[in-house]
């Protein structure tokens, strides 16, 4: 057994044992981390939870340099999403150590991206990912043309209520909360139109709201059903060979 079959082959009795021991520090750390956010801990606890925590942050380490040293392409894995997030969930431990500034302490909610390493070891997650990349073009597309929407909607609105009401649609940024609250039918009713032209209107952005809610769950589940094609076939060619 070498370092690569270790880390990268998940399909062996000594690497599925590793993804679930890793996955199980994961786990322990993000219990680790809502531990400490209780006001009852004692000193001592919190120093039991912060030997848990480092001791958690080294594995997670010699996991990433493991996996670094092992890439046939390190930058390529350095940049990529799974080196990135685990990148990010060592990260904040050596931003704050030793140090107490507010700011620095702002970086440990990044240990909340543990959580995304578990992506790593999902299969119906890489799916998911897969998934992603299949329709990125698409997804960004409508990512482009929804920011497009939600503008047009704050200027709408801006011009149909701010004689109205001058003070909720003062200006097009403050119109742009009522664009995102319409637009994704969340609707929370904090700031609403009160004239006839602002209330048309509304229907209006109501109707292309419900659109841009189905169209990115259109395009993943059809890019889901694509990559899981793929998968099936690449699994009956590993089988015939």
Known sequence: ????????????????????FIQALI??????????????????QREILGIIE?????????????????????????????????????????LSLGV????????RLLRLFRILKLARYSKAIRRFH??????????????FTALIVLYLAAVGIYYFENEAQP?????VFHSLWWAVATLTTVGYGDVYPITAGGRCFTFLVLLVGLGIVSVPAGLVS????KAREIEDQESVDSETR
């Open 1 to 20: 057994m070498n370092l690569r079959e270790l880390v990268e082959a998940n399909d062996t009795k000594v690497g599925r044992t590793f993804d679930l």
């Open 27 to 44: 786990v322990v750390s993000i219990v680790t981390f809502s531990l400490e956010t209780l006001p009852g801990i004692s000193f001592r």
């Open 54 to 94: 480092t001791v958690c942050v080294l594995i997670f380490t010699a996991e990433y340099l493991a996996r670094l040293f092992v890439a046939d392409r390190k930058l390529q894995f350095a940049t990529s999403f799974f080196g990135v997030i685990d990148l990010l969930a060592i990260l904040p431990f050596y």
């Open 100 to 107: 107490d500034l507010r700011s620095i302490r702002a970086f």
């Open 130 to 143: 897969h998934a992603l990349l299949i329709a990125r073009e698409e997804v960004v597309l409508f990512g």
């Open 167 to 171: 003070d909720a649609f003062a200006s």
């Open 222 to 225: 059809a890019a889901l059903t």
